[in-house]
């Protein structure tokens, strides 16, 4: 139901105070506060996000303009309004094609003490447990690889070997016709090894080598091998935080993943007229996971983002992007993609993918530095000097 704008100012008053503002605003979360007749009385800044409105239109209409007909919210304000107490339900797709797709959401409910009929609702996208739960799916299938690669690095190098050097031999004696044939031999040989060759990277189980690490000066140095090659004629840009403290890494690995990212982008952007690819960065205080083997809550507070405005990954593998041999490429292999994991694994972070056409985010959350470190990283780059992300939250 649409309400006149002149009624804003009314449910202004009755919306919190200042002070309560700034706190709801300063929440990651989406929180919105309806009144007694479901009407939206108020909207922190990440609701304008979530809902891709501003306040001032999201306070024009009631709650059901927003989520789907019948939606499990609506009969949730109810039930807090009946209890008189908070109420929390799990996993509620609000998808619809205001807000968009995939929009798996946690719900928090409360009721507002001195507003009768009021409730305060916070939405919690997609829990860490679910993001948690893909990460070691993704991890399981890397692992099969690994095993996979062990044993065709042994049964198909080397028949692969004699095959090429019996290809060889016979190309000295063959007439030209022939010779075209003995150079497809040797040359699909040498593409099959480069395969094989690929897949044994998920074998190597070394502990990696880990310092502080400037992210923008990888992010930088990608920027500058994509526009030199592959990314020539695409728009890329960034939103850095300036005062972002060292992620603890390997910087070669950090600069394959990020590599690794700008090409798949680049290549979903082949056919898009206004092509770009952004590279963001953020500090996200308060992440803490749980991680099965560990008694300690693992940080991760550096968020950094690859996005493209190309057509989206399709519906039906998105859930699997990050498995091996899942691929949209003609003549793709499915490995790049299960590289990117693995590394951030290895790196204790969480990789994930937000797509819907236009926009596609790979999101990639990873764990700071928490000692002094120098005015210099480990490439020669001038840092900021910082601590760990305790002196930040």
Request: charged share 25%; with cysteine; proline share 6%.
């Amino acid at each position: 139901m649409n309400h006149p704008v002149t009624d804003q100012g009314e449910m202004a008053s009755s919306g919190p105070s200042d002070t309560t503002r700034q706190v709801l605003d300063s929440l990651p979360h989406p929180v919105l506060m309806v009144d007694v007749e479901n009407r939206v009385a108020y909207a922190n800044l990440a609701a304008e996000s979530f809902f891709r409105s501003s306040a001032a239109f999201l306070t024009r209409y009631d709650l059901d303009h927003f989520v789907p007909f019948g939606s499990p919210v609506l009969t949730l304000v109810e039930q807090v309004r009946v209890a008189d107490s908070s109420i929390n339900e799990y996993k509620v797709d609000i998808s619809s094609p205001r807000i968009g797709k995939d929009r798996v959401v946690d719900v928090y409910a409360s009721p507002v003490a001195d507003q009768s009929g009021a409730v305060v609702l916070m939405f919690q996208p997609r829990t860490m447990a679910d993001k948690i739960d893909r990460q070691l799916t993704h991890r399981g299938a890397a692992r099969t690889v690994m095993g996979l690669a062990a044993m065709l690095a042994h049964e198909i190098k080397n028949p692969l070997s004699g095959i090429r050097g019996a290809a060889q031999l016979l190309e000295m004696s063959a007439s030209d016709e022939d010779r075209a044939l003995t150079r497809l031999i040797t040359d699909e040989a040498d593409r099959i090894v480069k395969i094989v060759d690929r897949m044994e990277v998920f074998s190597d189980e070394r502990p990696i080598e880990r310092a502080p690490v400037n992210i923008h000066s990888v992010l930088e140095h990608v920027k500058r091998l994509s526009k030199s090659g592959f990314a020539r004629s695409i728009k890329m840009s960034e939103e850095y935080d300036p005062s972002l403290p060292p992620v603890y890494g390997n910087r070669d690995q950090l600069i394959q993943i990020f590599l690794n990212l700008a090409k798949n982008a680049s290549e979903a952007l082949s056919d898009t007229p206004d092509a770009e690819i952004v590279f963001s960065t953020a500090f996200r205080p308060g992440i803490h996971l749980s991680v099965p083997g560990s008694s300690e809550k693992v940080s991760l507070p550096l968020e950094f983002c690859v996005r493209d405005n190309g057509p989206g990954v399709p519906d039906e593998i998105r859930s699997y992007i990050f498995d091996p041999f899942v691929t949209t490429k003609t003549n793709g292999s499915g490995l790049g993609l299960a590289l990117v994991a693995k590394i951030v694994g290895d790196h204790g972070g969480v990789i994930e993918c937000d797509s819907e056409p236009r926009k596609t985010v790979f999101r990639i959350l990873l764990p700071a530095w928490r000692g002094e470190v120098s005015d210099f990283d480990d490439a020669g780059e001038e840092t900021t000097k910082a601590t760990g992300p305790e002196e930040r939250e």
